[in-house]
Structure formats: structure tokens, C-alpha cells
């Protein structure tokens, strides 16, 4: 199992600055088959970035995503009163075996 | 456009059983890897269990032999078939749409969740 931890556990910023998420992997993610996702509460998860570095459909060009390997990368360059939510990355390279990382949080500084 | 409804979460005692559902619109079942994964209360989330669009099945430890899911394609529905309940299956569940072909794919669309609480 692919075990994915997440850094820090939970960020305090204010709208406008800039966001950086880590997602570190226990082994290489194959094909970098690396997913992150947004979730707000109350509502269910919303895919944001997929293969380490593409945007999902209709996601804001913020958000970006870096990394390979064992060593991922969420960021968000200005961040909106929006995107204040809690951010999930998961592996999809060891099918069906899917994990998550535990997530951080981004709340308003 | 692309939807998924859960639903049949609610109150069961331990060792009781429960049937989800989740049923999907703007494409078909049958067609895609689904899956099901499920939240703790104030935890992450944890994937469940997946069918691929081939028919094949598999399942996280946590629920193995306890857990089947299945699919209705004349409903256009996915289930998810709960027995010998625990309390650490207390959860919200989420359906998932995964991809076409195969199973290295994001899951892309969500629904929105249906609570189940194990508790006497």
C-alpha cells in the first residue's frame, strides 16, 4: 500500500497570499497517477488536479500542481475567500488499491 | 450533464445490515470503474470498494467479505450491499465515477453523500 502523507495539517493565511501543499508518498507513484482533490464542508470532494500537473475541467488557473515521483506539489498563487477548504491528494497508480492522504486544512489567518 | 444521487444511509445497529444506492445520470453505469468511498466523521477519506466496467470486484480489507457492491444497468444504478455492520463503518459514503478503460483515473465526479450511523 502506497501510504500518502500530507504537510502541514493545516495552513492559516489570508486571501491573496499564495498556498503550498506537500504530498509525500511512502513509495515512487507510478506514471505520477497523482490526484488532488478539494473538499468543503458539507459537500463532497471536487477533483482539482490530476496526473500530478493537469486542471480538471472548469478549475481556476490558481491552482497548480508539480512533483514526481514520492514528492507532490498543490499550489494556489493568490488564494480566493473560496478556497478556503480542506485539500486531498490520492494515488491512483496502484489500481484499485486507492489511497488518500489525511489532508490540510487552509483556513482564513 | 453528469449526475450521481446516493441514497439509503441511516441509524443500524451493529451487526444489522443496510443497502445504498446511488443512482447516476448523464452517463452510464455500466460503462465506467465505480466506486465507493466513505468519511469518518471529522476524518479523511478512505476508499471502499470498486466495480470495474468489465464486472470484476475488489474490496478494501476494512470490509471484505462483509461489503458487495453490484450494479443495476437497467437502473443505471450502483449499490452497495452492507452486512455485519461495525461501528467503525460509521461513515459518510460517497459513490465515485472513475474511468472508462481502466482504473488509473481520477475520480471525476462525486455525489453528494449519504450518512450511515452504527450505533445500538
Known amino acids: 500500500e502506497i501510504v500518502l502523507t500530507q504537510s502541514p495539517g493545516t495552513l492559516s493565511l489570508s486571501p491573496g497570499e499564495r498556498a503550498t501543499l506537500s504530498c509525500r508518498a511512502s513509495q515512487s507513484v507510478g506514471s505520477n497517477y497523482l490526484a488532488w482533490y478539494q473538499q468543503k464542508p458539507g459537500q463532497a470532494p471536487r477533483l482539482l488536479i490530476y496526473?500530478?500537473?493537469s486542471r480538471a475541467t472548469g478549475i481556476p488557473d490558481r491552482f497548480s500542481g508539480s512533483g514526481s515521483g514520492t514528492v507532490f506539489t498543490l499550489s494556489v498563487s493568490r488564494l480566493e475567500p473560496e478556497d478556503f477548504a480542506v485539500y486531498y491528494c490520492?494515488?491512483?497508480?496502484?489500481?484499485?488499491?486507492?489511497?488518500f492522504g489525511q489532508g490540510t486544512k487552509v483556513e482564513i489567518k | 450533464e453528469v449526475q450521481l444521487v446516493e441514497s439509503g444511509g441511516g441509524l443500524v445497529q451493529p451487526g444489522g445490515s443496510l443497502r445504498l444506492s446511488c443512482a447516476a445520470s448523464g452517463f452510464t453505469v455500466s460503462s465506467n470503474y465505480m466506486s465507493w468511498v466513505r468519511q469518518a466523521p471529522g476524518e479523511g477519506l478512505t476508499w471502499v470498494s470498486i466495480?470495474?466496467?468489465?464486472?470484476?470486484?475488489f474490496y478494501a480489507d476494512s470490509v471484505k467479505g462483509r461489503f458487495t457492491i453490484s450494479r443495476d444497468s437497467s437502473k443505471n444504478t450502483l449499490y452497495l450491499q452492507m452486512n455485519r455492520l461495525r461501528a467503525d463503518d460509521t461513515a459518510v459514503y460517497y459513490c465515485?465515477?472513475?474511468?472508462?478503460?481502466?482504473?488509473?483515473?481520477?475520480?471525476?465526479?462525486w455525489g453528494q453523500g449519504t450518512l450511515v450511523t452504527v450505533s445500538s
Open positions: 466495480i470495474y466496467s468489465g464486472g470484476r470486484t
Open positions: 490520492q494515488q491512483y497508480s496502484r489500481s484499485p488499491w486507492y489511497t
Open positions: 465515485a465515477r472513475g474511468g472508462e478503460y481502466t482504473g488509473y483515473d481520477p475520480f471525476d465526479y
Open positions: 496526473g500530478a500537473s
